[in-house]
């Protein structure tokens, strides 16, 4: 059974950095593909960032680039978002999800997902 488990949210001021971590239980070909989601109160969920477990694609949403970094340990099947320059806009509850092939920004489409971590930053 998959789960994912964030960690690393908290509450900082604009500019400062957040690194969130996803511990996923287990590496298969139904989690190939680990992504980081991104939801704000009354807005959808929206795409993040993405990466496999294999190769050097990376992916990310405009409004981020430059300042986050979605990196991978295989041997800990561990994914991070590395956030730096964090900005107000940025508040919202982050989440880790997989799925098993091709990255995909819609989140309706992604398999498996965790509970979230809260990410707050003030002006």
């Known amino acids: 059974q998959v789960q994912l488990v964030e960690s690393g949210g908290g509450l900082v001021q604009a500019g400062e950095s957040l690194r969130l971590s996803c511990d996923a239980s287990?590496?298969?070909?139904?989690?190939?593909?680990m992504g980081w989601f991104r939801q704000a109160p009354g807005k959808e969920r929206e795409f993040v960032a993405a990466i496999l477990w294999s190769g050097d694609n990376i992916y990310y949403t405009d409004s981020v680039k430059g300042r986050f970094t979605i990196s991978r340990d295989n041997a800990k099947n561990t994914v991070y978002l590395q956030m730096n320059s964090l900005k107000p806009e940025d508040t919202a509850v982050y989440y880790c999800?997989?799925?098993?092939?091709?990255?995909?920004?819609?989140?309706?489409?992604?398999?498996?997902w965790g509970q979230g971590t809260q990410v707050t930053v003030s002006s």
């Open positions: 999800a997989a799925r098993g092939s091709s990255v995909t920004r819609r989140a309706k489409d992604w398999s498996y």
């Open positions: 287990v590496r298969t070909f139904s989690t190939n593909v």
